[in-house]
Nanobody, 124 residues
Framework: QVQLVESGGGLVQAGGSLRLSCVAS????????MGWFRQARGEEREFVAT????????GYADSVKGRFTISRDNAKNTVYLQMNSLKPEDTAVYYC?????????????????WGQGTQVTVSS
């Protein structure tokens, strides 16, 4: 089992920045590909970013490419999402997810472990 706990959400003005963190416990962290997803109120959960177990490979949704950066520190069992130039449409609950396997994935069905989510609200 892998337990995931997100933090770092909050309220920020448009154009501002936030850094989300997700700490994993329960298993060795490096073999797991990780992802960030988000769900706005009344919308389906959508892919945001993914990173491989080694951290070498990453992938982003087109809507966040160039503004968000995913990274990980395997020594700290932590994955990060640096969010810059935030827009009101980035407002959502952000979820961290882990998959059994080191590769990246954009598909939520490929992730077996999920955190509880952290709210990000961007005001205009």
């Amino acid at each position: 089992q892998v337990q995931l706990v997100e933090s770092g959400g909050g309220l920020v003005q448009a154009g501002g920045s936030l850094r989300l963190s997700c700490v994993a416990s329960g298993r060795t962290f490096s073999p797991y590909g990780m992802g960030w997803f988000r769900q706005a109120r009344g919308e389906e959960r959508e892919f945001v970013a993914t990173i491989s177990g080694s951290g070498v490979s990453t992938g982003y949704a087109d809507s966040v490419k160039g503004r968000f950066t995913i990274s990980r520190d395997n020594a700290k069992n932590t994955v990060y999402l640096q969010m810059n130039s935030l827009k009101p449409e980035d407002t959502a609950v952000y979820y961290c997810a882990a998959r059994a396997g080191p590769s990246t994935s954009r598909y939520s069905a490929n992730y077996g472990y999920w955190g509880q989510g952290t709210q990000v609200t961007v005001s205009s």
